[in-house]
């Protein structure tokens, strides 16, 4: 940041940038727009230098030089920022990714001096200055208010004669709260070590309510990217459309740790509980129970045994394998191979601090049965590492639904085990029904089983527990695309890539829905963007790049990606599955059987789209490839 940050104020558009009080202003309402600390830097960063290109690895040492991200947390500050703006998915009117470079703030800026910015006691000053201005003012509020009268009316009306269902969509105490969401506890100036303690306090304190079956919890996932942030906890909780919201703030010195808890109805902003506590250090654990406790007291809950005992329950009381794990979820909910692989280090060092860590075996379950498909490659001991730690923390808590989960998707990519698969995603999510990685996973199971309205409805309630995830919104395309419905799978598609236009599956699923439609052209332009954006996907989008190209009639150009594709397997670990693939794009048949032999022989996990694979639509009368399906057990 600049030197003159505390003397000038940026305007674009109907928007004013204060970076020496960190406001975005939305005018002519002066309306501050609330932001998260890392997106207003980025922000600043980006109309600082208007016009030109800010590398991704500027914006990276800038913003987050002190923190433990990766490139999916500026993808995903930049989507937030778009949304905050006004964008639509198709827009560029402020921010332009440079593909394969970074970002360009496009929107023209005009720069003024402190005294020049426009405060709420500005605007009155400047309203008052011109009386033909004030005329023509009245004549606009005289007009607004004849609106407003209008509005009020029907407003009214709407209310009064709508149907009582509609009436009662909030709740009007706290004892008819179903759905609640904890915001990363604010972490006022965090010692060194200390960056992730709000976002463990909130996973902790999640984790215990989750236990609690009347009512729905966020998961972690929903509300991580609120860290670090300052909004309005009212406006988030309607926007991720809960009736509760928990915000609280952290701050310790001298061995101590004060805490500030406030639980809010969304409805009508009502508070129905705040404390504070000055605690040791050491009592971390002591305090999260607490909190719990109370929460679940405020909403009138009245707990069973089994349940009071649930919200006590501590995982370990080691506080460095505590840290440990909380800095492993942290990478494990970024999704990509990297930081899977950093995840499993975190979660193996926390095991060391505490064998009987539970949660700790449970993540280590989850990355391992997610790292091929992130990683694409075949390494062959990932699959039996998820099964070992799934079932050491099941061994530990048989009720852990994220170990269950990860044990049925071990038996799913793995075994081949249809039913079993089946059997452990039902015990998770009746460990825990507020557990949307686990619906979003069985969803995308019975999509591929060819049970289309079962699919359906598991994967939007994934997205209704989690509404803001990419992952989940992404998800929705899934079932439609299985049954041939690309019309429909576009249109699912939509809103994962307003919340993000660079999110890799969604474009990748964009691609084959157009490809399912024959509009090889518009598949290869998503197929692009999925491959080269800021984070983008790896061999197996590249595979479904040649199949476009390839029946584009762009031979040529299909034959170097695959070049270029075998000469990275030389390199480096490939699957060959995705080496099936792009033999079968281009009609190379014996090679591709070749391929998918291997990969049936090393049990690669993602040959459970084989059936449905359009990859392969030329070669399915084979009677090797025939023969390779009943082996799976389709």
């Avoid at 109309?47 to 500027?58: A, F, L, M, R, S």
């Avoid at 992952?471 to 429909?488: E, I, L, Q």
């Avoid at 993000?500 to 474009?507: E, G, H, N, P, Q």
């Amino acid at each position: 940041m600049t030197d003159k940050l505390a003397e000038t104020t940026y305007s674009f558009e109907n928007f004013q940038l204060d970076p020496s009080r960190k406001l975005l202003l939305r005018l002519p309402e002066n309306e501050s727009v609330a932001l998260t600390r890392k997106a207003f830097e980025v922000l600043l960063l980006l109309v600082e230098n208007g016009g030109e290109i800010v590398t991704k690895n500027d914006l990276m040492a800038t913003v987050w030089r002190d923190s433990f991200v990766e490139d999916a947390n500026l993808t995903q500050t930049i989507s937030v920022l778009r949304k905050l703006l006004g964008e639509n998915p198709n827009q560029h009117r402020f921010i332009v990714t440079e593909t394969g470079k970074g970002y360009r703030f496009v929107a023209p800026v005009s720069e003024s001096n402190g005294s020049e910015r426009l405060d709420r006691t500005d605007l009155n000053a400047v309203a008052e200055s011109s009386d033909k201005a004030s005329d023509h003012r009245k004549t606009y509020v005289l007009a607004v208010a004849g609106i407003l009268a209008i509005s009020f009316i029907i407003g009214a009306s709407y209310f009064w004669n709508k149907p009582d269902d509609a009436q009662n969509s909030y709740p009007s105490s706290a004892k008819e709260v179903k759905t609640i969401a904890v915001l990363p506890f604010r972490n006022i100036e965090p010692n060194q070590g200390d960056e992730l303690l709000g976002v463990g306090m909130a996973d902790t304190i999640i984790t215990k309510l989750s236990r609690i079956k009347r009512i729905v919890v966020r998961q972690t996932k929903s509300v991580i990217r609120y860290a670090d942030s300052t909004p309005d906890a009212i406006n988030i909780g309607r926007e991720i459309n809960v009736d509760a919201i928990l915000e609280g703030s952290i701050q310790k010195a001298d061995g101590r740790m004060r805490v500030s808890v406030r639980l809010y109805r969304v409805s009508d902003g009502s508070l129905l509980w705040a404390e504070s506590f000055d605690e040791s250090d050491a009592d971390i654990f002591a305090l999260q129970d607490s909190i719990s406790e109370k929460v679940a007291r405020s909403l009138s809950l009245e707990l069973n045994t089994e349940e009071r005992d649930e919200l006590r329950r501590r995982y370990t009381e080691n506080i460095e394998a505590y840290n440990l794990y909380n800095r492993g979820r942290f990478f494990w909910n970024n999704r990509n191979g990297s930081d899977l692989r950093k995840s499993i280090t975190l979660y193996e060092q926390a095991i060391a601090k505490d064998k009987n860590y539970a949660l700790a075996y449970s993540g280590l379950a989850e990355s391992y049965v997610l790292l091929q498909f992130f990683s694409q490659s075949q390494e062959k001991d990932f699959f039996p590492k998820a099964k070992q730690a799934a079932e050491m923390a099941l061994s530990l808590d048989e009720n852990l639904a994220e170990a269950r989960a990860a044990l049925a998707l071990y038996k799913e990519l793995y075994e081949w085990d249809w039913e079993g698969s089946e059997i452990e995603f039902k015990r998770a999510i009746s460990a825990n029904p507020s557990y949307a990685t686990a619906h979003q996973w069985y969803g995308e199971f019975l999509a591929l089983m060819g049970r289309t309205e079962e699919s359906i409805a598991e994967v939007e309630k994934a997205v209704e527990l989690d509404p803001l995830s990419l992952s989940t919104n992404a998800a929705r395309a899934v079932p439609y695309m299985a049954a041939g419905k690309y019309d429909k799978a576009i249109e699912k598609l939509k809103r994962a890539l307003e919340l993000d236009r660079d999110f890799s599956v969604a474009l990748l699923y964009l691609g084959e829905s157009y490809d399912g439609l024959g509009n090889h052209k518009e598949a290869i332009v998503q197929y692009q963007k999925s491959i080269q954006n800021p984070g983008g996907g790896g061999p197996f989008f590249t595979t479904a790049l040649i199949y476009s190209l390839a029946k584009d009639g762009q031979k040529k150009e299909a034959e170097e990606k695959l070049n270029g594709l075998l000469d990275l397997a030389s390199r480096h670990s490939v699957s060959n599955y995705v080496l099936a693939r792009g033999y079968a794009a281009l009609g190379y048949k014996e090679k591709a059987l070749d391929k998918l032999e291997k990969a049936f022989q090393q049990r690669d996990g993602l040959m459970v789209v084989l059936k449905t694979d359009r990859n392969f639509d030329a070669m399915r009368d084979e009677v090797k490839f025939q023969a390779i399906l009943k082996k799976m057990h389709f």
